[in-house]
Structure formats: C-alpha cells, structure tokens
C-alpha cells in the first residue's frame, strides 16, 4: 500500500511540474505575442507615416512637373516670338533695300 501512495504522490509531483512547464510555455508564448501585436501596430504606424510622405512627394513632383513644362512652354513661345520678330527685322530690311 505504501508504495501504491508514494507512486501516486511522485506521479502528482510529476504532473504537476509538468503543469508548470506548460503554463510557463503559455505565459511565455502570450508575453512574445503581445510583443508581436505591439510590432505590428508600430510598424502599421510607420507604414502610416510613410504613405503621408509619398503623398507629400507626389503633390511636390506633381507641381515640379507642372512647373517645369510651363518653363518650357514660356522659353519656347519666346523662341517663336524672338524668331518672328527677326524675320519681321529682316524683311522690312529687305523691303527697305
């Protein structure tokens, strides 16, 4: 009988350091997933933050864009403008002659 008791007894003791080993693997596994979910919401965040960014850079890009196509709209109209007026030089010079 007393070996049936002191079987039972380590059996507990055994069950029981199991149970530990386990709730400590689960407490474990909550405290990395917490740490995990508070990963993701920064890095959500950040993705956040950067798309607010790009927005910025295209409106900048968009307006560079635009910017520069009128320069090139303003330097080729004074081209034509320049090269008429030279034309209109030379024939009234040719007239004149």
């Keep these: 009988m007393e070996g049936i008791i002191k079987s039972i007894v380590v ?13 400590r693997a689960i407490e474990s596994l909550t405290a990395a997933s917490l740490r995990n979910e508070e990963r993701w919401q ?14 910025e850079m295209l409106v900048r890009i968009d307006a ?6 009128q320069v ?8 034509g403008a320049a090269t008429i007026a030279l034309v209109g030089i030379i024939l009234r010079l040719a007239v004149s002659l």
């Design 42 to 55: 920064q890095q959500e965040e950040r993705w956040q933050q950067q798309e607010i960014i790009n927005r």
């Design 11 to 23: 059996g507990r003791t055994m069950l029981e350091e199991r149970l530990d080993r386990i709730e």
């Design 64 to 69: 560079y864009q635009r910017a520069s196509n």
């Design 72 to 79: 090139v709209n303003l330097a080729f109209t004074l081209v």
